[in-house]
């Protein structure tokens, strides 16, 4: 399918029917989440998979009760590391080395620039950080769902403090930024469904520098 088709085919779907994502679909928008872009590759956050019904009410009861919750297949929780440290960068530095078959010692330069960035910030800041990473993450996963024709509904009308708890994020050194909806429209009860969509014009969204 044409890219841009998949984009005007997708909305923020606000009911879904409960149908199941066939595995190879859903396999598909999470090996696309993990090879979404990401600040020097770092990737400091997880995607938590929920596909347990009970644990999916429970969430949907901190989440506004957004019935894509529980209406929908799986719900990813998008949760950023709480903290980012220098033994972080040494694994990432030795995974490199492995994947690659360079040196540790050969990428001194760029273990040394990461690590000389996450010192110059303090904790909330290099949160915030690894939440916008989470957000590149959450968007190529839209797109990736879109092209799957798989829908979905990303959220951040949700409790954090209390998903945290739910999911025993904290003790995982993680805190839960977004999450992601997938599943199938339920056209007959959703008027958003066959609406057009609308964004603002291109003349007016870009302006260009010559």
Same mark, same amino acid.
């Given at each position: 399918? =044409?890219? !841009?088709?998949?984009?005007?085919?997708?909305?923020?779907? *606000?009911?879904? @029917?409960?149908? &199941?994502?066939?595995?190879?679909?859903? =396999?598909?928008?999470?090996?696309?989440?993990?090879?979404?872009?990401?600040?020097?590759?770092?990737?400091?956050?997880?995607?938590?998979?929920?596909?347990?019904?009970?644990?999916? &009410?429970?969430?949907?009861?901190?989440?506004? +009760?957004?019935?894509?919750?529980?209406?929908?297949?799986? !719900?990813?929780?998008?949760?950023?590391?709480?903290? !980012?440290?220098?033994?972080?960068? @040494?694994?990432?530095?030795?995974?490199?080395?492995?994947?690659?078959?360079?040196?540790?010692?050969?990428?001194?330069?760029?273990?040394?620039?990461?690590?000389?960035?996450? =010192?110059?910030?303090?904790?909330?800041? =290099?949160?915030?950080?690894?939440?916008?990473?989470?957000?590149?993450?959450?968007?190529?996963?839209?797109?990736?769902?879109?092209?799957? +024709?798989?829908?979905? @509904?990303?959220?951040?009308?949700?409790?954090?403090?209390?998903?945290?708890?739910?999911?025993?994020?904290?003790? *995982?050194?993680?805190?839960?930024?977004?999450?992601?909806?997938?599943?199938?429209?339920?056209?007959?009860?959703?008027?958003?469904?066959?609406? &057009? +969509?609308?964004?603002?014009?291109?003349?007016?969204?870009?302006?260009?520098?010559?």
């Amino acid at each position: 399918m =044409n890219l !841009l088709h998949d984009l005007n085919w997708r909305y923020a779907t *606000k009911r879904m @029917t409960g149908e &199941k994502i066939p595995q190879d679909k859903l =396999n598909n928008i999470l090996e696309a989440i993990r090879l979404s872009a990401s600040s020097m590759g770092f990737q400091p956050y997880n995607v938590v998979v929920v596909e347990d019904p009970e644990v999916l &009410k429970q969430i949907h009861a901190e989440a506004a +009760k957004q019935p894509q919750v529980i209406e929908g297949s799986h !719900l990813l929780v998008f949760a950023a590391w709480d903290n !980012l440290t220098e033994a972080q960068v @040494t694994e990432y530095m030795e995974r490199i080395a492995a994947e690659r078959g360079v040196s540790l010692e050969s990428l001194a330069g760029f273990a040394q620039s990461l690590t000389g960035v996450i =010192n110059s910030r303090t904790a909330e800041e =290099n949160f915030q950080w690894a939440a916008r990473q989470a957000y590149i993450a959450l968007g190529t996963g839209l797109v990736a769902a879109s092209h799957e +024709k798989v829908d979905s @509904t990303p959220m951040e009308g949700f409790n954090p403090a209390a998903l945290d708890e739910l999911l025993g994020l904290r003790e *995982k050194g993680l805190r839960s930024v977004a999450l992601l909806a997938l599943g199938y429209r339920d056209a007959e009860n959703d008027k958003l469904a066959s609406a &057009k +969509k609308v964004r603002r014009p291109s003349e007016e969204f870009f302006l260009t520098v010559a």
